[in-house]
Nanobody
Framework: VQLQASGGGLVQAGASLRLSCVVS????????VGWFRQPPGKERSFVAS??????SIDYADSVKGRFIVSRAENMVYLQMNSLKPEDTAVYYC????????????????WGQGTQVTVSS
């Protein structure tokens, strides 16, 4: 089991970034995927997810209308538009959910994180 995130960087407010994550799990098994983030000095929190059963997509209120989560085969993406300084955080991709999508404890597998910094 391996998740590898990439695509972070330093951008100005209003810019866009796309994060990518390679999800290497057991072949032939479906799984929910998503993204969390952890701002400096704060707790990790939910950003977006895609449910493996229903295909439903959920977003944190703070990113609705600006971020888009998607998946293709073994890849998960997070398109981030109209970035704000408060979006500055380490972003983690996650896979295999066994509870509420908003709960960090529900996700079994985590990537190493990629830093996103938005300057004002």
């Amino acid at each position: 089991v391996q998740l590898q995130a990439s695509g972070g960087g330093l951008v100005q407010a209003g810019a866009s970034l796309r994060l990518s994550c390679v999800v290497s799990l057991r072949a032939g098994r479906s799984y929910s995927v998503g993204w969390f983030r952890q701002p400096p000095g704060k707790e990790r929190s939910f950003v977006a997810s895609i449910d493996r059963v229903t295909g439903s997509i959920d977003y944190a209120d703070s990113v609705k209308g600006r971020f888009i989560v998607s998946r293709a085969e073994n890849m998960v993406y997070l398109q981030m538009n109209s970035l704000k300084p408060e979006d500055t955080a380490v972003y983690y991709c996650v896979a295999q959910k066994t509870g509420s999508y908003q709960n960090t404890a529900s996700w079994n597998h985590w990537g190493q994180g990629t830093q996103v910094t938005v300057s004002s």
